[in-house]
């Protein structure tokens, strides 16, 4: 189920980037809790993960309004932090 809150008024730090994919062990630990992403592509944005599988992760993604369901694949994460 997606959030009943927003998430945090604030963008955290960008912590160090990754240079080929994101582990899934690394993001599972922030399943169900809010997550800053920032895409190899330039986009960032709030990140609520419900599954992670071996190639991907998905979960609610926060719209500045609402959250929508989306997936990603891993190797699209340059780098991610959970609060």
């Known amino acids: 189920m997606a959030p009943t809150s927003p998430p945090p008024s604030f963008v955290p730090q960008q912590q160090s980037a990754s240079l080929l994919a994101v582990d899934p062990g690394g993001i599972r630990r922030c399943m169900f809790r809010f997550t800053y992403i920032w895409m190899h592509h330039g986009g960032q944005f709030w990140f609520f ?12 993604r926060w719209t500045g309004f609402s959250w929508m369901y989306a997936g990603f694949d891993l190797r699209s994460i340059q780098s991610f932090t959970c609060v």
């Open 49 to 60: 993960p419900v599954f992670v599988g071996p190639n991907s992760v998905a979960g609610f």
